[in-house]
């Protein structure tokens, strides 16, 4: 969500367009390896146990790029600038199955809010919910070599 820090900029009379503006820098990938890298370097400069900083950085890096990547695939606004500052250029993805969500706490909560909710659930949070069991399954099969009925989570066993 850190990405979206951007919508502050309306209060200040920046606005969308804007270089600082919604999806603009925030939302590019310079942004993301700037975020990544402050992270690992600031708040964990000794890693995490079980993971190199370089992994760490590589993991953190594409969940901020995702939010743009993501934001691409919305049916409105005026894009995504993932080359921002070298080029302010806006993009959109050629397939843009995401509803885009209205901006402002009291238009989220709204009809077009709901759909947009709708929309998230069916093209982000349920594909990355099927990620996450096959991945589960793969790291389980991988340790010990089969897979029986006790290795499914709780959520499947019903």
Same mark, same amino acid.
């Not at 995401?98 to 009291?106: D, E, K, M, R, T």
């Not at 594909?127 to 589960?136: D, Y």
């Given at each position: 969500?850190?990405?979206?820090?951007?919508?502050?900029?309306?209060?200040?009379?920046?606005?969308?367009?804007?270089?600082?503006?919604?999806?603009?820098?925030?939302?590019?990938?310079?942004?993301?390896?700037?975020?990544?890298?402050?992270?690992?370097?600031?708040?964990?400069?000794?890693?995490?146990?079980?993971?190199?900083?370089?992994?760490?950085?590589?993991?953190?890096?594409?969940?901020?790029?995702?939010?743009?990547?993501?934001?691409?695939?919305?049916?409105?606004?005026?894009?995504? +600038?993932?080359?921002?500052?070298?080029?302010?250029?806006?993009?959109?993805?050629?397939?843009?199955?995401?509803?885009?969500?209205?901006?402002?706490?009291?238009?989220?909560?709204?009809?077009?809010?709901?759909?947009? =909710?709708?929309?998230?659930?069916?093209? =982000?949070?349920?594909?990355?919910?099927?990620?996450?069991?096959? =991945?589960?399954?793969?790291?389980?099969?991988?340790?010990?070599?089969?897979?029986?009925?006790?290795? +499914?989570?709780? =959520?499947?066993?019903?």
């Amino acid at each position: 969500m850190i990405p979206d820090v951007d919508v502050v900029g309306f209060r200040f009379g920046i606005h969308y367009g804007d270089f600082l503006g919604h999806r603009g820098f925030t939302h590019s990938l310079a942004f993301a390896v700037l975020l990544s890298a402050g992270t690992v370097i600031l708040a964990f400069p000794h890693g995490v146990p079980g993971l190199s900083r370089l992994a760490l950085f590589v993991y953190l890096f594409l969940t901020t790029a995702s939010h743009g990547f993501l934001d691409a695939m919305t049916d409105g606004g005026l894009g995504v +600038a993932f080359f921002a500052p070298f080029d302010d250029t806006r993009y959109f993805f050629h397939w843009t199955p995401i509803h885009v969500s209205p901006i402002g706490f009291s238009r989220f909560f709204s009809a077009r809010g709901l759909a947009v =909710v709708r929309s998230e659930l069916l093209w =982000v949070w349920l594909p990355t919910a099927l990620l996450i069991i096959v =991945v589960w399954f793969i790291r389980r099969g991988a340790g010990t070599g089969t897979l029986s009925s006790s290795d +499914a989570p709780s =959520v499947l066993k019903r």
